[in-house]
């Protein structure tokens, strides 16, 4: 096993290289695209640790933090100028200074022609860890499904459950297709995989295991690493999902959940509850179609307008 370790220096942004002598696929694995999820971060360092003694054949390259000016001032955006990284892939060399570094990350990785891509997220306290599969929108359908199908069994090897992302125009309109996963599907063929685990702004241990095992999951699907995952005690099965917010909130309050993470529920089920200070029912919660809950937000007291919460449902 050779290690190599290497540091982008104009962004501080530091690289592992693990290759075996044996020839095979090539994985990457990001995390900390948005400074203040650290799940991510102590799960590259623990599989800089342990590959080791794992990985049989190929190349893992990891990147602890794809965001180290974000991670150092616990800010989800790049702070040099306030922008979501992960709206900017494949970046700009000439650009602003967040599309300056997407370029070079975007570089770097691509210089390597990897196999298969891997962004480590956090989501939020109340949330089932999960793994989401981007949309294919600049394929066409014999490309389109060939894509689709491997990025399912990318999302599967994670053992979590599995969402598909919002329909194409929604993904469209919100910039996925700029994302780092996105873009590596979209613009550079490279299946993708998002994994979703534990709250920003904290590092929890076992969220940090079930990343560590996610990942393992999927080197050992493309038989990287001699060693089997088994599907996480919350995996959700049926669907197939697709990611969706719940409905808005329509007057502020405290928020209640009624229907946990993990659970599934039916059209018309109340989902949660808003009570105004002194205890009064002020708004509700009702579920459109069935489906499952995926997360709460991390807010008790919650604003007229936003969104409480992310669902599966059907991705008909």
């Known amino acids: 096993m050779k290690r190599r370790v290497r540091q982008l220096d104009e962004f501080e942004l530091p690289t592992i290289e693990l290759a075996t002598k044996q020839p095979g696929p090539v994985v990457v694995v990001t995390a900390n695209v948005h400074g203040n999820e650290y799940t991510g971060v102590s799960a590259i360092i623990a599989l800089n640790d342990c590959l080791a003694d794992f990985l049989t054949k190929?190349?893992?390259?990891?990147y602890p933090s794809v965001n180290p000016r974000g991670l150092k001032s616990q800010s989800r955006n790049v702070p040099d100028d306030g922008q979501d990284l992960n709206r900017l892939f494949p970046g700009d060399t000439k650009g602003s200074p967040s599309a300056r570094l997407a370029a070079a990350l975007w570089r770097d990785i691509s210089v390597h022609k990897p196999t298969v891509l891997i962004d480590?997220?956090?989501d939020s306290v109340q949330c089932i860890p999960y793994s989401i599969i981007d949309r294919p929108v600049s394929m066409h359908t014999k490309a389109r499904n060939t894509m689709w199908a491997t990025l399912q069994r990318c999302a599967a090897a994670t053992g979590l459950t599995v969402l598909h992302e919002y329909r194409d125009d929604e993904y469209l309109r919100y910039g996925l297709d700029r994302s780092?996963?996105?873009?590596?599907v979209n613009r550079a063929g490279v299946p993708a995989v998002t994994i979703e685990a534990g709250p920003r702004g904290a590092v929890d241990l076992a969220a940090v295991e079930t990343q560590i095992r996610a990942v393992m999951g999927v080197l050992s699907e493309l038989k990287m690493v001699s060693a089997s995952e088994s599907a996480h005690?919350?995996?959700v099965l049926g669907g197939p999902w697709r990611r969706a917010p719940t409905p808005r909130i329509r007057v502020a309050g405290m928020f209640f959940p009624l229907v946990p993470a993990g659970e599934k529920f039916e059209s018309g089920e109340c989902l949660g509850i808003i009570k105004g200070l002194t205890g009064?029912?002020?708004d509700s919660i009702l579920a459109r179609q069935r489906g499952v809950v995926v997360s709460w937000v991390d807010a008790g007291w919650v604003a007229a307008g936003s969104v409480p919460g992310t669902l599966g449902i059907i991705d008909e």
């Open 58 to 62: 190929g190349k893992v390259l990891l």
């Open 280 to 282: 009064t029912v002020v």
């Open 180 to 184: 780092l996963t996105g873009a590596m």
């Open 120 to 122: 480590l997220h956090a």
């Open 233 to 235: 005690p919350t995996r």
